[in-house]
């Protein structure tokens, strides 16, 4: 911000009183020297915050934060499953400079080295994670979710509620065994900023035999296997509902073994449940005892802060047997299940 001080009418001591208090109540430590005249003059970032231009500190802008939590210490985007992991990482990704509050104005702080946090082994646990600078870099924190969010606002920025200085950067969540997970089937780390799309795959590779009951969906196979698990934290505001996008889709083939020839079978994807389809779209097939019947369904949606499990389901005629395919028979037609992205 530029502001005009007419001094006209001042003796120069009386300029530089002023030109210094102007400067002073911006945060800054520039020295003021009197002008040859008493001409207007211009007195830069006056009124501008502490991380501005002023005294030559960058403009930070409070939506910077070009870094993302990762499980691997040098890479921003794993391309590979990590299965168990004591250690999360702050890891650059479009840069190493995140803006932080620092109780007066948002400052841009460059890290100079990796930010880190070791599990605390508690099994199935959401943690909320938060940048913050120590003085002399960049360090995190994480605490267990609360049930009812207790994030707030700085400048449209989420900040931890009573700490500004603590910027919200994503959520980790322990698996079954207490440490950290980022695989296709365990989707535990989600990040606030730099969000890109990330696979999931349920897939289940045995074969099985399947009574339909046309009342009831039910977990495929009536098992575990295809289940994935996602992370998702507070996409917006300080209490928001959206968490994670995603878009998954789900395959499944079978025959009829006995009962009705021709028989109707389908699949579905459940949240969070086992016997309720969340699927938009959910393709009925027929089956006889030689043709398999291909069924289809897909979801696409918000899964709300929390740690979501994705189902695959099935529903079949009342009565009759279905002999349904993964990949171990003979000839391989395919890999049946889930699969899909969630952004994160």
Not at 250 to 276: H, K, P, R, W, Y
């Amino acid at each position: 911000m530029r502001v005009s001080l007419n001094v006209d009418g001042l003796v120069p001591s009386a300029y530089v009183l002023a030109a210094a208090l102007a400067v002073s109540a911006a945060g800054c430590t520039e020295d003021v020297q009197a002008p040859m005249s008493h001409e207007i003059v211009n007195v830069e970032a006056v009124a501008d915050p502490v991380g501005s231009d002023c005294c030559g500190v960058p403009v930070a802008d409070p939506a910077t934060n070009g870094l993302r939590l990762s499980l691997v210490s040098d890479v921003a985007v794993p391309r590979t499953d990590t299965l168990s992991a004591s250690t999360a990482y702050f890891v650059p990704f479009e840069s190493n400079t995140i803006s932080l509050y620092d109780g007066g104005a948002w400052v841009a702080r460059t890290m100079s080295a990796t930010a880190e946090l070791e599990t605390t082994s508690v099994a199935n646990t959401s943690y909320d994670v938060y940048a913050y600078w120590s003085g002399t870099d960049v360090l995190l924190e994480m605490e267990a979710t609360p049930v009812t969010p207790t994030l707030e606002l700085q400048d449209g920025v989420q900040v931890k509620s009573g700490a500004a200085s603590h910027r919200y950067v994503g959520v980790l969540v322990t698996n079954a065994s207490g440490v950290f997970e980022d695989s296709q089937k365990n989707r535990l780390v989600w990040n606030r900023n730099n969000q890109v799309p990330r696979a999931v795959n349920g897939v289940d590779l045995t074969s099985w035999y399947y009574t339909g009951n046309q009342s009831t969906w039910r977990e495929v196979r009536a098992n575990a296997a295809s289940r994935v698990r996602v992370a998702a934290g507070i996409l917006d505001g300080s209490a928001g509902v959206a968490g994670a996008y995603a878009s998954v889709q789900a395959v499944e083939m079978c025959l009829v073994s006995s009962g009705t020839n021709g028989a109707f079978v389908a699949t579905g994807i459940g949240v969070d449940s086992t016997t309720s389809n969340s699927a938009q779209t959910v393709e009925l097939a027929s089956a006889t005892t030689s043709v398999y019947a291909h069924a289809f369904a897909s979801y696409e949606g918000y899964l709300a802060p929390g740690i979501h499990t994705l189902h695959w389901l099935e529903i079949g005629q009342t009565g009759t047997t279905f002999y349904c395919i993964g990949s171990s028979s003979s000839p391989p037609f395919g890999r049946l299940g889930l699969s899909g992205t969630v952004v994160m």
